[in-house]
Structure formats: C-alpha cells, structure tokens
C-alpha cells in the first residue's frame, strides 16, 4: 500500500471548482468529494437525519425522507448556533467517510488524491493532512452571475452564501497553485489544469 500525494482543491461557489476536479480525474486523480459526502449523509436514510431531527425537529425533513437543504439553510443564516450545531452532527461523519476514502485510495496505491474540499481554509484540520492546495479563483461578481443563472436564486442570496465562506483573498493565501478561472473558454481552463496536474504526476 503506498500513498499518493495529497491535494486539496477549492473555491468559492460558482468559481469552477467541480469542473476542474473532473479534468483531473480524467487525468488519474482519485477524487474525494468532501460536498457529494456531505449530501449523502442527510439524503433519504443518511447517517446524520436522526440526529438532525433531535436537533431541529421534523420541520427541516423533506417529504422525501432527506434534508431540506433550502430551509436548512434558512435557519443557519439566521442563527449561528443552528449552524453550529448542523456542523457538529455533519462534520464527524464527514470525517469518517473521508478517512475510508482514503485507505481505499491507497489500498489502490492512486498516485494523487483529490480531496474537493469548499470550505478547505476555514478548517484548521486539512492544511497539515495535505500536501499541496489547488484554489480555483474568479471575481464575485462573475460568481454572482454564475451562481444566480445556476441556481436561480436572487443576487441578495447568493451574496449571503458567499459571505459565509472565506473572504477571497484568505483563500487565495491558502494557496500553493491558483487557477483563474475568469474571462477563458472550458477548453483554456482544462489546459491550465493540465499543466498544473503534471506537478502531482498526472
């Protein structure tokens, strides 16, 4: 069993951090998708929906058994507490997901784990358990536009979200490669990824 370089990649919303990661899968990377573990833990019969029902009650359950992300979230921009309780429930099993990740990435001896982390410079844990961090940058307005035509919420929500993650340049800090993903076509933005995955042996 040997262990491949560690990278952490991330960045705010709508800054083009998925895409990237998917060029640099298709590049060999072994991706850990630190957000699509998140969901899974408070989709229908998820680890975290019985504990998220003690907490808030069944009002922030779906008629589908899983989290209502949209009221959710309603009630952890208003309270910080509440957010700080959906982070104590989340986060340990988060944690634990990301951990059997990673041994099966290394019983397969991946030479680079992609760990897709948004929140990656607001924890203190990740920086020293990574090798290198990859920060895919924009301007906020271009995420504003990016993230309202996704999404179709209202620019005043979208700037809520934005200003609970890491100011932008405590981010850009943070990093050892930035890709500036603004003002260039998919193709150019695969090319910059590409001449940065030769630094990870992709």
Same mark, same amino acid.
């Given at each position: 069993m040997s262990k491949g370089i560690r990278v #952490?990649?991330? $960045?705010?919303?709508? /800054? #083009? !951090?998925s895409t990237v990661a998917r060029f640099l899968t298709q590049r060999g990377a072994y991706l850990i998708d630190a957000d699509a573990i998140s969901r899974s833990t408070t989709s229908t019969g998820g680890a975290a929906i019985s504990e998220l029902i003690q907490a808030f009650g069944p009002k922030v359950i779906g008629?589908? $058994? =899983? @989290?209502?992300? =949209?009221k959710m979230r309603e009630? +952890?921009?208003k309270d910080t507490n509440a957010r700080k309780r959906l982070e104590a429930i989340v986060h340990p099993l988060v944690k634990a997901l990301i951990e059997l990740e990673t041994r099966r990435a290394d019983a397969i001896s991946a030479p680079c784990l992609l760990y897709d982390i948004p929140l990656l410079v607001e924890s203190s844990h990740w920086r020293k358990s990574l090798d290198t961090i990859v920060v895919v940058d924009c301007t906020e307005d271009t995420q504003i536009e990016r993230? /309202?035509?996704? /999404? #179709? @919420? +209202?620019? =005043?929500?979208v700037r809520a979200v934005l200003a609970a993650q890491a100011m932008r340049m405590k981010?850009? !800090? #943070?990093a050892d490669f930035v890709i500036f993903n603004d003002g260039i076509t998919l193709s150019q933005l695969e090319t910059l990824t590409k001449q940065i995955s030769v630094q990870f042996g992709l």
């Open positions: #952490g990649l991330t $960045g705010g919303m709508g /800054s #083009g !951090k008629h589908d $058994g =899983a @989290l209502d992300r =949209a009630i +952890a921009f993230v /309202s035509r996704r /999404s #179709g @919420l +209202a620019e =005043a929500e981010r850009l !800090k #943070g």
